[in-house]
């Protein structure tokens, strides 16, 4: 065998090797599709998640001072007023989401 024969057989061996590695690389990860019942849920546990931090201050508060549970009811109020506005906040963030994606396959089209 001459060296330009083996050369050439060392450059198919790495063009195959190289071929092999590129199938079994790992595909890039795609973005995170979400259904909407993931979407509701994400806003209920927000939502429950400020009621039940609110109550747990308001409790902890009424039991530190002994007294009638007015912050129970003022925190646990608090606590639904931040998760509204917390659910909120996801439903504007997942209302952008869908009009930029909705503008990125209107863009690929034209």
Same mark, same amino acid.
């Given at each position: /065998?001459?060296?330009?024969?083996?050369?050439?057989?060392?450059?198919?061996? $790495?063009?195959?090797?190289?071929?092999?590695?590129?199938?079994?690389?790992?595909?890039?990860?795609?973005? $995170?599709?979400?259904?909407?019942?993931?979407?509701?849920?994400? /806003?209920?546990?927000?939502?429950?998640?400020?009621?039940?931090?609110?109550?747990?201050?308001?409790?902890?508060?009424?039991?530190?001072?002994? @007294?009638?549970?007015?912050?129970?009811?003022?925190? @646990?109020?608090?606590?639904?007023?931040?998760?509204?506005? @917390? /659910?909120?906040?996801?439903?504007?963030?997942?209302?952008?989401?869908?009009?930029?994606?909705?503008? $990125?396959?209107?863009? $690929?089209?034209?």
């Amino acid at each position: /065998m001459s060296d330009d024969d083996q050369k050439q057989r060392l450059a198919q061996l $790495e063009a195959r090797i190289a071929a092999a590695k590129e199938a079994q690389a790992p595909k890039p990860r795609a973005d $995170e599709h979400y259904s909407q019942a993931q979407h509701a849920w994400r /806003m209920v546990v927000e939502l429950v998640a400020g009621l039940g931090i609110g109550f747990g201050i308001g409790y902890g508060l009424d039991s530190l001072f002994g @007294t009638i549970p007015i912050f129970l009811v003022l925190f @646990t109020l608090l606590g639904l007023a931040a998760g509204v506005k @917390t /659910m909120l906040r996801s439903a504007q963030e997942i209302q952008e989401q869908k009009l930029a994606d909705e503008a $990125e396959r209107d863009d $690929e089209r034209d």
